[in-house]
């Protein structure tokens, strides 16, 4: 129902809106302004805009709506004032001006929210009006021209007479502004349209905030009382009940009698029809037009005659309902269900008052069979007074008629609200109504305006402080509209002192009051006052601003006084305002740079003493004073800054205001003073050098001396001409750490150069031996890089020697690659595992990786692959996956029974630092993998070849390359086909596929050195 009432509401204000449009007479427009059709469009004179560009300027015409569900709370047309702000009623002058149309909405909206909680506002334009220009003269320009402080707050623009802000000096050219005014045939004056209708009817009606709280949006009708009994609404909830308050049938009753302390009877019981309630022990007992208080005597009279000494408790629980009728102009008409102690007031509460044109004061209450009783509620609102605040009964009748008569007051009132009148009201009379004045209200120039049976308005000037006919005893009527205007915001009898004084503001003037008593009064200037001049600002007969200068320091002394008028403005100029301020400035290699206050004769070295002392690293030789001159240039003095701290006063030269010293780092002004360390120490490189820095200064700052240091330095100074002159110096370990002897103090760019030693060794390099010996484990090198260096047969002799069953033909040797590989080769390798790598993940391998972790031996644990060279590139045997060669070992085969059987003077190889030897155990079996119909073990037989043990495989695959095949030792040397007679126990038999291979062109004849790579590729990915 509320949506349906809603939508109805909405399109009545449509239909509305577009009647007052087409309807109503607009006040005459400027010629700058169109109608605006308030239902479709808004049309403005600019270019195509919207709500949220239009600004809302004076003379511009709204209608605003509010309401929540069915129920309106304002409907009006409101003006804007030429003040930019509207008359709303309920809220009385709001402030719109530089608001777009939205943001008015939106200000509005929070604002009758405060009163309505989640109202709905609608603000529809009338008519828009474009920011006028002046009615005489050219148009208004974009600059203004400064005013004095204490002038009109309105900006002066280019054509007002020529003024200057205090503390602001005007150039000659600046003192006339010429101005011609346009012939007066080129302009057409628009007379002020009077808006006392407007603002009329804009105006809150008095008393109609009284009904606007939360009762509004809760109505009471007739059966929406809430389950407990309570009353949805009701302002009497709550309220105690009345001592008078005459009980009657449906009224709730409890009801408790007690003797000696004891219960005796507890019942709630409902009044019937006939007026009477029946207990326990006491029977029935009449109660219907009793008050509380006699219920309860009559009850425990009843319970005298059973008890010896009853006490007797009753309480209204629950009210009974009486179904009244508020009916002519109220916000909601209607049968309401009220509580049985409900008033005139509760009803008019309930259907939420007087509507907008609903009287107050003729309030009538109907009554079947009695006479009707009026009530005037402005005896409630103004007084008090509830003489009239009548109780209801069942089936009454509250009707509030049409008002009658009304006026309204405006302006510098208590309470700016619309009155309804019953008898003649004079002037005064309409002022006590509105609380009276305001203390900044103008008693001499109230106006009332009035239409007038010529169908004019009529303007009428009274004097609120005289008697008669145009003072306290003017007669008003119907539809007078009383506005107070407030005094003028100007004093006549003042003077105003502005700047640093120490206590600036507005002060009395009295006749021959000078300039000296003016600032005794204001306890005198301040220490940032500028003594030398300052300057009266005084209007003359045709108002415009004069200056007038005068010296503080000579009105002080009381040689030049000056009279002041009336409206002077006296300001006092500011130090800051007319010099430098008293600061003074150092930057640069300071523990505290900035600003510093300025005291006449301070000196250099009492603002480094200021600044907390130079920092490490300043350049003390020289600073630099940067100062503004007389005719504003900046000049620079060059300070020994070591000697002015010194206190000589050649370079201690005096500061002056606005000084800046700049104090320079070294290292900006000279080259860096740095050592280098190179050798034998932990961090060689580059070092500050510190004065008084030694040789052994420096090592100790380069880390110190490694471990194999030797005992000689070279030391070579820097910045030298010619040759350079390299001395050698003596290192020497001692207890407390080392000593340098000579141990000269070093200059700018000295080179010290700690020597080693190149049979010492730090951390003793090993090797490891592992499998089938009898003390595997890691083994120190006696000596790596020598005729004499440990062997494979020697490190097997120090492990015990081999084990029964260990197979010599598959020991193998693991090494780093830093070992094997030299470091112009290893881009050659990169290339290759490159080429390796992008075939492996195009190929798929011969093998899942199950099947070859079932069928490889242990030395056999990754993935295979072979590299043969060819004359023009290289034949690639792709892996079955890509190859991991970030940190890889090269596995070096060596033919081990020939090491065994020479006892090491056959095919025995030098050890290196890190290298594994590993000793398998002997097997009897050969590994087929690749295209084969039965890849894995096959039993070993002697004197038998590749091809024998493929077919003991079962034979190879349709896509076998047969040609490919490759031979992998025990020892990890890989063989091509051709070269290999017979197989041994323990080898790998590689039968590939013929899409494993790839011939990758070189593009450098690099075959040599692939065929030396082979062996590490290979090991790589056996091993």
Known sequence: MHLIAKNLYRACVVVIIAYCALTVTPIALAADTKPVDAVTSVEMPQEPSGPATWLVTPGSEFLVAAWTGQNVHVFTRVLVSANGDVLLPRLGRVDLSDLTVLEALDKLTSAYRVLHRDCAVELVPIKLVEPKSRPFGPPLPQSTVPVPKSSSSAPLTADTPPTTEPGMEMLPEQMIIPFEPPPLGDVEPTPTPVTAANILASLPRFGADVFMDVYLDVPWRAGEVESDGQYAGSPLVNVPIS????????????????????????????????????????????????????????????????????QVLVELIRQRTVDVYVIGEVMRRGKFSLPGNATLLTALYAAGGPSEVGSYRHVKLLRSSEPEQIVDLYEYLMQGRSDGDLLLQAGDTVFVPPLENEIGLVGAVRRPCRYELTDNVTLADALKMAGGMQPSGYAAGIQVWRADADGMWKMLLAHAGKDGERGRDLQLHDGDLVQVDAVVDRAGNTVELVGPVHRPGIYEVTEGMTVSGLLQQAQGPTEKAHMDQAAIWRLNRDFEYEMMRFSIRQVLDGTDDVVLQPRDIVYIYSAADVRLPAVVQIEGQVRHPGEYRFVKGMTVRELVMLAGDLLPGAYTERAE????????????????????????????????????????????????????????VADPGEYHRYEGMRVSDLIVAGGGLKADAGDTIQFTPGRFEGTSKTQELHLALTAEGFSVTPDPILADDDRVGVMGRADFTTVPKVVTIEGQVRRPGTYALSMEESTQADTIWDLIQRAGGLLDDANPRGMILYRMAEETLPPDRRPDLDYIISILNRE???????????????????????????????????????????????????????????????RGTEDNLKLHHGDILKVPKAVDFVTVIGSVSSPGAVPYLPDKGPISYVN????????????????????????????????????????????????????????????????????????
């Open 243 to 310: 001592p008078n308050y005459l009980l009657g049938p449906a009224d709730a009753l409890r009801v408790q009698v007690w003797n000696l302390n004891e219960i005796q009877v507890e019942q709630e019981n409902t009044i019937t029809a006939d007026g009477y309630i029946t207990l326990p022990v006491l029977g029935k007992l009449v109660l219907s037009g009793k008050t509380l208080g006699e219920a309860q005597a009559i009850i425990s009279g009843r319970a005298a005659e059973f008890y010896s000494a009853p």
């Open 625 to 680: 004073v940067l100062r503004v001159t007389a005719d504003r240039r900046t000049e620079m003095l060059p300070v020994n800054l070591l000697r002015a701290l010194e206190g000589v006063s050649e370079a201690n030269i005096s500061l002056e205001r606005g000084d800046i010293l700049q104090v320079l780092a070294r290292e900006d002004v000279t080259q860096p003073s740095v050592a280098y360390v190179d050798g034998y």
């Open 840 to 902: 492996a993940g195009e190929t798929s391998a011969a093998l899942s990786k199950a099947q070859q972790s079932d069928i490889l031996s242990s030395a056999v644990s990754k993935q295979i692959g072979g590299l043969l060279g060819t004359q023009h590139g290289a034949l690639l045997v792709v892996p079955p996956s890509r190859i991991n060669i970030a940190s890889w070992i090269r596995a070096v085969p060596i033919e081990g029974e020939r090491i065994m059987a020479g």
């Open 952 to 1023: 003991r495989s079962g034979g190879a695959l349709p896509d076998a390359n047969m040609q490919g095949i490759i031979v992998v030792r025990a020892n990890g040397n890989a063989l091509p086909l051709a070269r290999v007679q017979t197989v041994e126990a323990g080898d790998v038999v590689l039968v590939p596929s013929q899409h494993m291979f790839r011939t990758e062109r070189v593009k450098t004849p690099w075959v040599e050195s692939l065929r030396q790579l082979i062996g590490i590729a290979a090991a790589a990915l056996l091993f």
